[in-house]
Every structure is written in structure tokens, then in C-alpha cells.
């Protein structure tokens, strides 16, 4: 299934120990328990790695430092 291979995919970026991780709407296919679960471990390791994440999810969103938005091709800061 689709949540399936995004947590395959999540484990594999997270494998390496980089300090940068990009994602694309990483909660779109995931169900409400593995959606609680990506968050706890976001909260969990964004001490000591930076993520850039693409999302409409807005805990993802409140989880967050820092949030930008894009707006007529202009990047704005949300804060």
C-alpha cells in the first residue's frame, strides 16, 4: 500500500543518520495510528536534524521551528 512504502521510504532516509531530511507530504497515505507514530518521532528527532518538509498536514505544520509558504512564486516566512 502506499503508507507502507512511505514508511520504507522514511527508514531508508533516516538509515544513513543525515543531518538534512527533505519530504514530500510524508503523512498523505498513512493511517491515523502511523500518522501518530511519524509524528512522535519527528518531535522526537528534530533536535538533531534539520527537515524540510512539504505538507498541508497542520500538525506537521505546529510541530514545526520554523514554517514558509509559497505564495505568487514567492517564498514568505509564516512567523
Excluded: M, W
Amino acid at each position: 500500500s502506499g503508507g507502507q512504502r512511505q514508511k520504507v521510504v522514511l527508514a531508508r532516509a533516516l538509515y544513513g543518520d543525515p543531518a538534512i531530511v527533505v519530504l514530500d507530504e510524508p503523512t498523505s497515505a498513512l493511517d491515523e495510528e502511523n500518522k501518530e507514530f511519524f509524528y512522535r518521532l519527528i518531535s522526537r528527532l528534530k533536535e538533531s536534524k534539520t527537515f524540510i518538509i512539504i505538507t498541508h498536514d497542520k500538525e506537521i505544520i505546529n510541530l514545526s521551528c520554523r514554517n514558509y509558504f509559497i505564495k505568487d512564486g514567492n517564498l514568505k516566512n509564516l512567523q
